[in-house]
């Protein structure tokens, strides 16, 4: 009789766990993969990017056919409608086709399901749903949840104040939503309910939006939502909430304190970050100790320091984002099959799907200038061919090099496809690549990504079309 029931027991379906059992069993390991919920795909394909992407590509139509965009291409539309109920129901069709994909996937890979939330009893043996396995290598991937804010708390059936979850589910338009946190989540979620017709409020504590992205890419994200009819209260804290009669009372400071204002809403919006989900798991029974954070600390093979127990995704450090879960989810499998599995950090795009889409790689110019001399080239969507005749005036791209060395230590962009430019700089440099290197690459005309190439030029001095 085997030693383990299983080489590899992953705890958490999300992308981060799906991933690394697939790509386990792949190598030939005998794999089981223990997901509490009752779909498979985690956060991400049930109450994140897949839905939110869902509704940001249906209220962005709507958008376009209620607020005139049409109109510049010659089409007339007569009276517009909302089908909110309909709306809904395509973002549950995109979201159940995918994590039954996830469950296919798993029967084809030979992944066992065991459905039920996981708990140590020692480091090879968990229980899940009163049940005890046992596996060589338990691979912890339960990501992260909704972080509370205390004095304001959430109660998604009530729909008064949400979370993002909430906030994906809401029945009715709010006539008007104050989001608290100005970050992703906030911005793409408010986007969603502004589009359909809410006014939205943004109360952000900091002084600009979207911390950890490049100086002048939050300067410009302030103004284009701003433009967008967004209200921004920024270095702004919420105190505390009362609901009655089905709307919300907050309070607000000053982030720096002083005179306290209330601000009425229909709906409330909590998105102030995410935190790792540790509770329940038994990580005492193994003493596996958290950081100040709360997360799990890893080596770069994403081992504990708990022999045979492995993390990956939200619930180590890095940033909270699919794309990077889903590497660290190969990277871990194939460490545990004895080949080497590597996730450079340090190039993970990171991307804000609202109207245009915000992005980037790499360092910020202020993290950049910290660590020496550079060199920047920027280049206005405004002067992009592609984005002129698609009337999409707002962004640029900007690149910055090292000032002796030239090679790229990061990109933002700013425009209504910067999502999908974004990859090609990730690209260029995860291999190295100087700004002359993409100045002399062949770039399709008319595309949006030869502001990239211009932005490279720049980095010169010499763009050409500006
Ligand atoms: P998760 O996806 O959180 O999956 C963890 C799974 O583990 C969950 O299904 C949970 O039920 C399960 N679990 C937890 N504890 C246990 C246990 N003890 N036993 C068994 N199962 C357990 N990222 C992007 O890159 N792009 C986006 O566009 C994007 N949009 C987002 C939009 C929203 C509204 C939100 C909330 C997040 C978004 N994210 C996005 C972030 C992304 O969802 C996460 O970074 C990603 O899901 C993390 O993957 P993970 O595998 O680490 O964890
Ligand atoms: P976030 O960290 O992006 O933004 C939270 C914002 O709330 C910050 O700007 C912060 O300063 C502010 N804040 C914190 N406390 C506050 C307070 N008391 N009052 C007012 N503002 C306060 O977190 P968010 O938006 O909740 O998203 C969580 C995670 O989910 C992010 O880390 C992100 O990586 C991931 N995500 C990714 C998406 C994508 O890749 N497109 C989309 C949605 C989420």
């Not at 958490?12 to 795909?41: H, M």
């Not at 009163?130 to 998604?156: E, F, H, K, M, Y």
């Not at 809410?198 to 992205?213: H, R, Y």
């Not at 995704?313 to 545990?336: R, S, T, Y």
Request: glycine letters at 12%.
């Amino acid at each position: 009789m085997a030693e383990y029931d299983y080489d590899v027991l992953v705890i958490g379906a999300g992308p981060g766990g799906y991933v690394a059992a697939i790509r386990a069993a792949q190598l030939g390991l005998k794999v089981a993969c223990a997901e509490g919920r009752e779909t498979l795909g985690g956060t991400c394909l049930n109450v994140g990017c897949i839905p939110s992407k869902a509704l940001l590509h249906g209220s962005e139509k709507f958008d376009e056919a209620v607020n005139g965009t049409f109109a510049h291409y010659g089409i007339k539309t007569g009276p517009v409608e909302l089908d909110l109920g309909a709306m809904q129901a395509q973002k549950l069709d995109s979201v159940k086709s995918l994590t039954g994909g996830i469950e296919f996937l798993f029967k084809k890979n030979k992944v066992t399901w065991l459905k039920g939330y996981a708990s140590f009893k020692d480091a090879h043996s968990v229980d899940v749903a009163g049940q005890t396995v046992t596996a060589r290598n338990v691979v912890i991937a339960t990501g992260s949840s909704v972080t509370p804010l205390p004095g304001v708390p959430v109660d998604n059936d009530a729909g008064v104040i949400v979370d993002s979850t909430g906030a994906l589910a809401l029945d009715r338009v709010p006539a008007n939503m104050v989001v608290i946190g100005g970050g992703v989540i906030g911005l793409e979620l408010g986007s969603v309910w502004r589009r359909l017709g809410a006014k939205v409020t943004v109360v952000e504590f900091l002084d600009q939006l979207l911390p950890g992205m490049d100086g002048d890419v939050r300067k410009e994200a302030a103004k284009i939502f701003k433009k967008q009819g967004m209200e921004l209260k920024l270095s702004t804290k919420v105190t505390g909430a009362v609901v009655k009669d089905g709307k919300a009372t907050l309070t607000l400071e000053p982030a720096a304190g002083g005179a306290a204002e209330t601000l009425e809403a229909d709906c409330v919006l909590v998105a102030i970050g995410r935190r790792p989900n540790v509770d329940g798991l038994g990580l005492d029974k193994i003493g596996l100790a958290l950081n100040k954070r709360g997360q799990i600390e890893t080596d770069h093979d994403f081992a504990t320091t708990v022999p045979g127990v492995w993390a990956i995704g939200d619930v180590i450090p890095g940033p909270m984002l699919a794309h990077k879960a889903e590497d660290e989810g190969i990277a871990v499998a194939e460490n545990i099959a004895g080949l080497t599995g590597i996730v450079n950090h340090d190039v993970i795009p990171g991307v804000v799907y609202t109207f245009p889409e915000f992005a980037g790689v790499g360092l910020t110019e202020e993290a950049a200038k910290e660590k020496g001399d550079i060199k920047v080239g920027k280049f206005p969507m405004l002067a992009n061919s592609r984005a002129k005749t698609n009337h999409e005036p707002d962004g640029f791209v900007k690149i910055i090099s090292d000032a002796k060395t030239d090679r790229v230590l990061g990109v933002w962009a700013i425009a209504s496809v910067a999502g999908t430019m974004i990859a090609q700089a990730a690209q260029a440099m995860e291999f190295g690549a100087t700004s002359e290197d993409i100045a002399y690459t062949c770039h399709a005309h008319p595309t949006h990504s030869e502001a990239i190439k211009e932005a490279a030029m720049a980095v010169t001095g010499k763009p050409i079309h500006m």
